[in-house]
C-alpha cells in the first residue's frame, strides 16, 4: 500500500501563487508516476499534471506556463508550484501515485481546497 497526504491548499488572490506538497509513504518503491488532478463542485476529476520516475512531465493544457509539477526523491514528496493563479483554478487537489501493471492502480490523498478569489 502506498500513503499519500497532500498540504499547501489554501484561498488566494487572483495573481497569486501557492505551493502544493505531496507526501508519499509505505511500499513506494511501486509507484511508477505522480501527479495532481482536481475536481470543482459539480464537476469530474480532471488530471492538472504528472512526473514519471524518469522525470517526464505532462500537464493539462490550461495550466500549461503557470503551474510546475516537480519531486524531491530523498524526501518521497511531490510538489505543485502554481503561480499565476485564476478563478477557474478554485478546486481541491488531489494526489495521485499510480503504479503500472496489470491491473493498473491508482493510490490516492485525501485532496486539499485550493481557492482562488477574483
Known amino acids: 500500500q502506498v500513503q499519500l497526504v497532500e498540504s499547501g491548499g489554501g484561498l488566494v488572490q487572483a495573481g497569486g501563487s501557492l505551493r502544493l506538497s505531496c507526501a508519499a509513504s509505505g511500499n513506494i518503491f511501486v509507484i511508477n508516476a505522480m501527479g495532481w488532478y482536481r475536481q470543482a463542485p459539480g464537476k469530474q476529476r480532471d488530471l492538472v499534471a504528472t512526473i514519471t520516475r524518469g522525470d517526464t512531465t505532462n500537464y493539462a493544457d490550461s495550466v500549461k506556463g503557470r503551474f510546475t509539477i516537480s519531486r524531491d526523491n530523498a524526501k518521497n514528496t511531490v510538489y505543485l508550484q502554481m503561480n499565476s493563479l485564476k478563478p477557474e483554478d478554485t478546486a481541491v487537489y488531489y494526489c495521485?501515485?499510480?503504479?503500472?501493471?496489470?491491473?493498473?492502480?491508482?493510490?490516492w490523498g485525501q485532496g486539499t481546497q485550493v481557492t482562488v478569489s477574483s
Open positions: 495521485n501515485a499510480r503504479r503500472y501493471g496489470l491491473p493498473l492502480t491508482d493510490y
